[in-house]
């Protein structure tokens, strides 16, 4: 009896870890956009892969656990699966680790981009005449009579 409900555990092990191992390719997917979409669709490609990365946190749990495989299972077709879809997983997570880096750096980029065109409108003569007026408020009763 004992034998079969680690047969089972061990299968659900690899359906889970097959699961992750599709929602890990969409992420990937979803930052290789992340590199070379235009500036408007960025906000919605990063809910999207918020969205998706709360679903595999979900999925895997707070921690992601070793895989243990239960004794004298290593021959089983089960613990294969697991193994293949485990393998599967870190390779996936390990070109999304080198695809954040550059996310974060185009990120970045943009960034001192739009800070750059901020620092450049502040110095123009447009925002220095800027600082001396003041606009009369519409509400105002004053006719200019006393």
């Known amino acids: 009896m004992q034998e079969f409900q680690d047969t089972q555990a061990t299968a659900a092990r690899a359906e889970a870890l097959q699961k992750a191992h599709a929602r890990l390719l969409e992420l990937e ?3 290789t956009g992340l590199l070379t979409c235009p500036e408007e669709q960025l906000d ?7 969205a998706l990365m709360d679903e595999l946190g979900t999925l895997m749990g707070p921690e992601p656990r070793p895989i243990e495989l ?29 695809l954040d880096q550059q996310a974060v750096a185009r990120l970045q ?34 006719t200019g009579s006393v």
Request: with cysteine; charged share 20%.
């Open 44 to 50: 919605e490609l990063l809910s999207r892969r918020d």
């Open 70 to 98: 239960p004794p004298g299972s290593d021959a089983s077709p089960e613990a294969e699966a697991v193994r293949e879809a485990a393998g599967q997983c870190r390779a996936v997570a390990c070109r999304l680790a080198q």
């Open 29 to 31: 997917t979803l930052t």
């Open 109 to 142: 980029n943009m960034q001192q981009r739009v800070l750059q065109k901020i620092r450049t409108v502040g110095r123009s003569a447009g925002a220095h005449a800027a600082r001396y007026y003041t606009p009369a408020s519409p509400s105002s009763s004053f």
